[in-house]
């Protein structure tokens, strides 16, 4: 399976400027029930537990997640740093104005978590303005040449680590997207996305050589349960 050219032909309905706004959020809430099921949101928490743990890093921490559709991974933060002692404070941003709108919708109960409509390749921040930096199913959103600019861009803004998490192109991936897609969505946006998502998505070699052309040598790249791939840049 090779990777589909951009193009408008082939766009995923979350990369489209006009879409439904119910329709929006059935698949963002589509999105967070795989991320929770399946392990998107565990691969990402989880790498941030354990450098939190290993580094005894308690009380207030700064959290950027970008691509952050409906926000499901940075609440998740929230919730599993409200018993640990440390208090994440999210910027979760998303250069999309319906899915910006919608996340601020998903986190208005969760002050700790403020929704910034912006370009990811055009953020308005200092160096090491955060100390963690968290990017899930946005890579294969964009072409190489994007990612190599994206994670240049993102590696000098974590104090801690930058952790990114994606889907891995291959058969078998796409069809366990179509499965799951089909089988636990509600939204034909999600059905259509999933398994385009996958088509789109880098391989494990493709992102380790994305990395080193950003100049993140160090980031390190493993495979997770159900075809994740997760890359861990540590400061």
């Known amino acids: 399976m090779t990777r589909p050219r951009l193009s408008g032909d082939n766009l995923e309905f979350l990369d489209r400027p006009d879409l439904d706004p119910r329709e929006l959020r059935v698949c963002l809430a589509d999105v967070a029930r795989l991320n929770r099921w399946f392990g998107g949101?565990?691969?990402?928490?989880a790498e941030v537990r354990r450098i939190v743990r290993l580094r005894g890093l308690k009380g207030r921490s700064h959290v950027l997640d970008i691509g952050a559709g409906g926000a499901d991974i940075p609440r998740a933060l929230v919730?599993?740093?409200?018993?640990?002692?440390?208090?994440?404070?999210?910027?979760?941003?998303?250069r999309h104005e319906g899915i910006a709108r919608a996340a601020a919708a998903f986190c208005s109960g969760v002050p700790s978590i403020r929704v910034l409509r912006a370009d990811a390749l055009a953020l308005p921040f200092r160096p090491e303005r955060f100390d963690f930096i968290t990017c899930s199913l946005t890579l294969h959103h964009l072409a190489e040449e994007e990612v190599v600019a994206l994670l240049r861009e993102l590696r000098g803004l974590a104090r801690q680590a930058l952790i990114v998490s994606d889907l891995?192109?291959?058969a078998w991936a796409w069809?366990?997207?179509?499965?799951?897609t089909h089988l636990f969505?509600?939204?034909?946006?999600?059905r259509h996305d999933g398994p385009a998502s996958v088509r789109r998505a880098y391989t494990l070699d493709e992102l380790r050589a994305i990395s080193r052309r950003a100049g993140c040598e160090n980031m390190r790249w493993s495979r997770r349960w159900l075809f994740r791939v997760v890359g861990v840049l540590e400061n």
Not at 79 to 94: E, L, N, P, S, T
Not at 175 to 180: A, D, E, K, Q, V
């Open 185 to 190: 969505c509600r939204s034909a946006y999600t």
């Open 175 to 180: 069809i366990g997207t179509w499965l799951g």
């Open 79 to 94: 919730r599993w740093g409200r018993g640990c002692g440390v208090h994440f404070h999210v910027i979760a941003c998303d």
């Open 41 to 45: 949101t565990r691969a990402v928490v």
């Open 168 to 170: 891995e192109r291959g």
